[in-house]
Nanobody
């Protein structure tokens, strides 16, 4: 059984920063892929960043490279998304997800490859 709970969302002005937290409970200890997704109203969920627990591997989509950082603290069972230089285009619902593996190197960007999701936390960036 896997449970994920996100927190840390809020409203900020463009150029500001936020840190999102995802607390992960994985009784099987097999869902090593952890990722953050953004869903805008009326849009499909898109992957922003991912990591693989037990390794140093991290992945980012082009739109957030240099601005967002994904990290983990195993002692706290937490995955973080540190967001800086926020833009209005970053507005939406942010979700944390977990999976056991990926069928290809780019598959982490697709929501269909993740089977466990948090409830989401809203981020609003104003001009």
């Amino acid at each position: 059984q896997v449970q994920l709970v996100e927190s840390g969302g809020g409203s900020v002005q463009a150029g500001g920063s936020l840190r999102l937290t995802c607390v992960v409970s994985d009784s099987t200890n097999t869902h090593l892929w952890r990722a953050w997704f953004l869903q805008r109203p009326g849009q499909e969920r898109e992957g922003l960043a991912a990591l693989v627990t037990g390794t140093a591997d991290t992945y980012y989509t082009d739109s957030v490279k240099g601005r967002f950082t994904i990290a983990r603290d195993d002692s706290r069972n937490s995955v973080y998304l540190q967001m800086t230089s926020l833009k209005p285009e970053d507005t939406g619902m942010y979700y944390c997800a977990a999976a056991t593996g990926m069928p290809s190197m780019s598959a982490w960007k697709w929501a269909s490859n993740f089977h466990y999701w948090g409830q989401g936390t809203q981020v609003t960036v104003s001009s």
